[in-house]
């Protein structure tokens, strides 16, 4: 039976200023297949740890120049590695302190081999943990805006985020299921920067804006004029927004491109061949509208190989503080300006909130609070008040962009009484650029005032 301290490619590094001690251990940890790097005193052990690359720090602590004490002061930039501490003068005091200090355990001389094997072996263990899931943090953060869209701890994000990277992998057709702000055309994004067809094009197609009479021209292409979505997406994924919004006859012809993999350009005779992962997304349920004869249930069953339902914002309520603090941070660092303090009272609206817009909802009322704050003002009761009064939530960004701008634009003319200079100054842009803003958003200064 093997030993399970015989464990290779863990690595130590051992600071003691006793010749024999360090010969001792290092015949110890190299018997139990440790790499062992030895150090007389805590000189040089920054580089030592950049060369080596450690599971763990073995130091005495009484040492003529040093104390492996210092090592826990943060001096050396050791807090992401364990130290584990020996000494022949230990006491209660000394090993209060050192676990205070941030040691991971602390050993008096003579010690049991076995046991200092074991506390090396856990402590190096955890480090590799620590590591592993650090790597796979940073991984996340980057991934396609599922880290800005699927931030949270509730127990139904982590469910969503384990099956977007369990499905990035499969070829297979997706629908992604979510109210209006739930984000998703992220987690479509993300479906696809995951998969092996990430070098491929992304292409979404919002099909509420699809007439039927043009539908084959804008999806299959017409010869001679245009190539078409699914010609466009070739090699990569084409997300179909709104799917359920689609006519019947629509469906029909989308069905027949899906379950042939081919397509028929207007005004060609032969069908095109097409590599394309269809992943889909609604509003509503689509099996509400089957009951009702608004969509085929073959279609339904061609597009739901696998299925993401995103949850809603009030059902994840827990999560608010968390993703307000995030955006707001987000849109203090892209407008240069400070995150406003937000009260306990402030947070308590936001969590009673019902959030109809649901994420992009929150987020817009962070950009809106970091914005008023910029100018002196606000509170997110006010920044609430200014997303209900909005009305309907704009469908595109560039709409939404414009919406924000021509009421804030208008605000600010209003308070300082079409005086321009203080207007630009108060929006923190150029008078030039409110200039250009005022022509493009058909703003009338006269009717304002």
């Known amino acids: 039976m093997s030993n399970p301290n015989q464990q290779s490619g863990l690595r130590v590094i051992i600071i003691d200023d006793d010749k024999e001690m360090r010969s001792s251990l290092t015949h110890l940890l190299g018997a139990a297949n440790w790499e062992v790097v030895a150090l007389s005193e805590t000189t ?78 856990n402590a190096a263990d955890k480090h ?43 070829n297979a057709a997706a629908l992604i299921l979510g109210e209006t702000g739930t984000g998703k055309e992220l987690v479509a994004r993300a479906l696809h920067n995951l998969s092996e067809r990430a070098n491929g094009p992304f292409i979404a197609v919002n099909c509420a804006t699809i007439e039927a009479d043009g539908f084959e021209q804008r999806i299959f292409g017409e010869v001679g004029k245009s190539q078409g979505v699914f010609r466009q997406a070739e090699g990569g994924t084409l997300f179909l927004d709104e799917i359920g919004t689609c006519s019947v006859d629509v469906q029909a012809k989308l069905l027949r491109a899906i379950e042939h993999r081919e397509i028929l350009p207007v005004g060609s005779d032969a069908p095109v061949i097409v590599d394309v992962r269809i992943v889909s997304a609604s509003n509503e349920p689509l099996d509400q509208a089957m009951e009702e004869g608004r969509f ?62 649901n994420v992009r909802e929150l987020r817009n ?18 920044a609430l008040q200014a997303q209900n009064d909005m009305g309907d939530v704009p469908e595109t960004l560039r709409e939404a962009v414009a919406a924000f701008e021509r009421t804030l634009i208008a605000k600010a003319i209003q308070t300082h009484k079409g005086k321009m200079d203080a207007v630009a100054e108060s929006l923190g842009i150029g008078r030039r650029t409110l200039n250009e803003k005022i022509v493009k958003l058909n703003l009338n200064k006269s009717d304002l005032l």
């Open 296 to 357: 085929r249930n073959d279609l339904y069953f061609r597009l739901n190989t696998v299925m993401i339902n995103l949850p809603t914002l009030r059902s994840r309520r827990d999560d608010i503080p968390l993703l307000f603090a995030h955006f707001s941070q987000h849109y203090a660092e892209l407008y240069e300006t400070e995150v406003p303090d937000v009260s306990a009272e402030d947070m308590a609206v936001l969590i009673a909130h019902d959030w109809p817009g």
């Open 44 to 121: 040089g052990v920054e580089q030592a740890v950049v060369d080596f690359m450690p599971d763990v720090i073995l130091s005495d602590v009484r040492m003529p120049k040093t104390s492996g004490l210092d090592l826990l002061s943060g001096k050396f930039g050791l807090a992401h590695i364990p130290v584990v501490l020996i000494s022949a003068h230990g006491d209660i005091p000394t090993a209060v302190q050192a676990m205070r200090d941030g040691a991971y355990s602390f050993l008096e001389k003579p010690f049991e081999p076995q046991r200092l094997l074991t506390i090396l072996r």
């Open 128 to 170: 590799r943990l620590s590591k592993d899931a650090e790597r796979l943090r940073k991984q996340l953060a980057t991934l396609s805006g599922l880290d800005r869209v699927l931030l949270g701890k509730s127990e139904m994000l982590q469910a969503v985020r384990e099956s977007v990277l369990d499905f990035s992998s499969a």
């Open 365 to 382: 009322v962070s950009e809106r609070l970091i914005l008023s704050s910029r100018r002196g003002g606000g509170s997110v009761t006010s």
